[in-house]
């Protein structure tokens, strides 16, 4: 039974509970897809920092107090606990990052030991091309090249992980 597994464009044909290459192989392309979603929620916290410290970013308030509570009170400041809470945060997102990427280099060991240990070249190649450098199974077949198609690297790909 073939149960199929991945993230985004990447899909991994894993055979029953067998682990080894499939399953590491799967972590890897999850670590990357987790990466990459960290470095982008950065960024939009890098960029919502930037925005209140380069506008002098303030909020307004009114409020009611003074004489039997019948004055109304204008209130503007800098929203210190929201910028305090984005700093902090932006912090924790990259002490996470970097434990993703430490995580990542261990299994890109792990994997490239296991793809060293496969004996067909044109397999190893393959698998090397689209998991380790991301590329598409078109791009895959033209690093291959020319006698092989984006359908058949696919597929060869696809019987090798039944095989074991």
Same mark, same amino acid.
């Given at each position: 039974?073939?149960?199929?597994?991945?993230?985004?464009?990447?899909?991994?044909?894993?055979?029953?509970?067998?682990?080894?290459?499939?399953?590491?192989?799967?972590?890897?392309?999850?670590?990357?897809?987790?990466?990459?979603?960290?470095?982008?929620?950065?960024?939009?916290?890098?960029?919502?920092?930037?925005?209140?410290?380069?506008?002098?970013?303030?909020?307004?308030?009114?409020?009611?107090?003074?004489?039997?509570?019948?004055?109304?009170?204008?209130?503007?400041? +800098?929203?210190?606990?929201?910028?305090?809470?984005?700093? #902090?945060?932006?912090?924790?997102?990259?002490?996470?990052?970097?434990?993703?990427?430490?995580?990542?280099?261990?299994? #890109?060991?792990?994997?490239?030991?296991?793809?060293?240990?496969?004996?067909?070249?044109?397999?190893?190649?393959?698998?090397?091309?689209?998991?380790?450098?991301?590329? #598409?199974?078109?791009?895959?077949? %033209?690093?291959?090249?020319?006698? +092989? #198609?984006?359908?058949?690297?696919?597929?060869?790909?696809?019987? %090798? %992980?039944?095989?074991?």
């Amino acid at each position: 039974m073939i149960e199929l597994q991945g993230v985004g464009d990447h899909t991994l044909f894993i055979v029953g509970g067998n682990m080894g290459i499939k399953e590491a192989l799967a972590q890897y392309c999850d670590t990357q897809q987790e990466i990459k979603d960290i470095k982008s929620r950065i960024e939009t916290l890098e960029r919502q920092i930037a925005v209140m410290e380069k506008q002098g970013y303030t909020q307004q308030d009114s409020v009611t107090g003074g004489e039997g509570g019948n004055r109304h009170y204008k209130i503007e400041g +800098y929203p210190y606990p929201e910028y305090s809470r984005k700093t #902090t945060l932006l912090i924790c997102r990259r002490q996470q990052l970097n434990g993703r990427e430490l995580k990542l280099l261990e299994l #890109t060991n792990e994997v490239e030991e296991y793809i060293g240990q496969i004996e067909d070249s044109r397999i190893r190649r393959m698998i090397t091309y689209r998991f380790l450098d991301e590329m #598409t199974w078109q791009q895959v077949a %033209f690093a291959m090249g020319r006698k +092989y #198609t984006e359908n058949g690297c696919k597929k060869m790909i696809e019987r %090798f %992980f039944k095989e074991i």
